[in-house]
């Protein structure tokens, strides 16, 4: 297989929050990610030396403080700093419950962490590997993991579903940019036996259950494949929608180097 990793993800927000497409930083070009125009920094974003990072919010109904930090800085920071993702984590750690709940996942090349200020024991490493640049080297094995707004893999049916479609397209060698995408658009919910229970009303997590969420005031504002190739270049690709699910807008981005360029998809 030609890649060392390969990141699908949706971003679920309220419809009218300003932010920006994924698009090069004006300040800082090496930066590829959207950007809260709100509250500021990011929720995912890689740099053109390989650092990944990913934010999601962890659901917990009532416990929101509003002079809380802006957790999107957390990826910005990252992105910005040339250090480790361990490095960064312990250094994060002592400040990390004056946010509130969050899972960050962040990575280089083949060294991987997940962390939560809702996890015990704060960080935990899940994926690391010498990643070669040769493409002659022996195929990886091919792992798969899930996120949403628990804690990391926790079997919720959103993250079963598209973890396994994911999967799937993976061991079929199917990775194009547009067929993981698709692997995300699945609208059906989960049938009310299997919904979480985080304190949300029925009717709410019977909305949320869905990997892609419909609504007009709150759903998926974007579909992001990022994946880094066996020879270090990075591929990335956005899909906004409406609220009602059409596409908006698509863009493509490839590293040339330490520079973003755009590609046809």
């Given at each position: ?6 990141v ?26 959207g ?13 053109t ?24 800085f ?16 312990d ?6 419950q ?5 899972n ?9 962490w ?7 024991g ?6 690391w ?11 990886p ?24 479609a ?13 067929v ?8 059906e919910?989960?049938p ?15 909305l ?6 419909l609504?007009?005031?709150y759903?998926?504002r974007?579909?992001t ?10 591929l990335a ?5 409406f609220?009602?699910g059409r596409?908006k ?5 490839c590293t040339?180097?330490?520079?973003w360029?755009?590609i046809e998809?």
């Open positions: 297989m030609d890649w060392n990793w390969v699908v993800a949706n971003r679920d927000e309220v419809h009218d929050r300003p932010s920006t497409d994924m698009q090069p930083w004006d300040d800082d070009p090496q930066i590829l990610a950007r809260d125009l709100k509250a500021g920094g990011s929720w995912l974003g890689v740099h030396d390989g650092r990944f990072a990913l934010l999601t919010n962890y659901r917990e109904p009532g416990k929101q403080r509003a002079d809380a930090p802006s957790r999107g957390l990826v910005e920071q990252f992105l910005r700093q040339s250090v480790t993702p361990e490095t960064y984590l250094a994060l750690n002592p400040i990390s004056q946010y509130n709940g969050f960050l996942l962040i990575g280089r090349d083949g060294d991987w997940h962390a939560s200020n809702r996890l015990p704060w960080k935990q490493l899940i994926g590997q010498e990643t070669s640049r040769s493409p002659s080297a022996s195929d094995v091919v792992s798969a993991y899930g996120l949403s707004n628990a804690l990391f893999d926790t079997p919720w049916p959103k993250v079963i579903r598209t973890r396994e994911v999967y799937q397209r993976l061991l079929d060698g199917r990775i194009s940019l547009d993981l995408a698709d692997a995300m658009r699945d609208c919910p989960a009310d036996v299997e919904l979480p229970r985080t304190g949300l009303a029925l009717d709410r997590e019977r949320l259950s869905s990997p892609f969420i609504s007009p005031e759903g998926t974007c579909t494949v990022v994946m880094q190739k066996r020879d270090g270049s990075i690709q956005e899909t906004t929608y609220p009602d596409t807008n698509r863009s493509g981005w040339q180097g330490d520079t360029s755009r998809v």
